[in-house]
């Protein structure tokens, strides 16, 4: 079985850029999620899906952040314009339900803003 | 709200020695409880989890930890350290109401010495 694909990786851009992350959650899985994790810190989850629907984005700094799944599968997130303090690794997970059941991770992706 | 505080950014253990890493919660409905561990560059791996069954649960990799409700914890064992054990672990809480959102810790990073 597949796990949670992502992609970039590495991502380095300037502030006031824009930038977007995809991911692809394990086949069949309703429920994704998108987690910011600063260095050093815990993962923070910014926003999650059920299916194409949103069931939570309260953490999710609207202004500058929009996600979206909208064939219910694949997910994109972007930054636009992006800001010093969104360096993180962004962390994609999807569960096949919604709860208490495991959350699978990809590997994330690394951005660097300078 | 739900919180996780786990006391210790970093354990240092040698090999061979007993692994403690300190979880506590906080929430205000019956807890599922997660602890995930992540290895350099990589993303979070699920060790184990209590979802109101067996309050001694067991993992992967010898990994163990026991749910105790009057002192709010979840600390995670293991018996004898493995130089391959060497990575980030995160305790994290997820509420009935809020679906499988995780609420992370800070993370422990455990070091293992020859």
């Known amino acids: 079985e597949a796990g949670v694909a992502q992609s970039p990786r590495y991502k380095i851009i300037e502030k006031r850029q824009s930038v977007a992350f995809w991911c692809n959650p394990i086949?069949?899985?309703?429920?994704l999620y998108w987690y910011q994790q600063i260095l050093g810190q815990g993962p923070k989850l910014l926003i999650q899906f059920q299916n194409n629907g949103v069931v939570d984005d309260s953490q999710l700094p609207k202004d500058r952040f929009s996600a979206e799944r909208l064939k219910g599968v694949d997910s994109t997130l972007k930054i636009q314009p992006a800001k010093l303090e969104d360096s993180a690794v962004y962390l994609c997970?999807?569960?096949?339900?919604?709860?208490?059941?495991?959350?699978?991770f990809g590997q994330g992706t690394r951005l660097t803003v300078v | 709200a739900q919180s996780v505080t786990q006391l210790g950014s970093h354990v240092s253990v040698s090999e061979g020695a007993l692994v403690l890493l300190r979880c506590n919660y906080s929430s205000s409905v019956p807890p599922y409880l997660f602890w995930y561990v992540q290895y350099p560059n990589q993303g979070l791996q699920l060790l184990l989890k209590?979802?109101?069954?067996?309050?001694l649960v067991k993992g992967i990799n010898g990994f163990e930890a026991e749910f105790k409700k009057s002192e709010t914890s979840f600390h995670l064992t293991k018996p004898s350290a493995h130089m391959s054990d060497a990575a980030e672990y995160f305790c994290a809480v997820s509420s009935n109401n809020a679906g499988n959102m995780l609420t992370f810790g800070g993370g422990t990073r455990l070091m293992v010495k020859p």
């Open positions: 997970a999807s569960s096949s339900e919604i709860w208490g059941t495991e959350a699978f």
């Open positions: 086949s069949g899985h309703a429920t």
């Open positions: 209590y979802t109101s069954a067996a309050t």
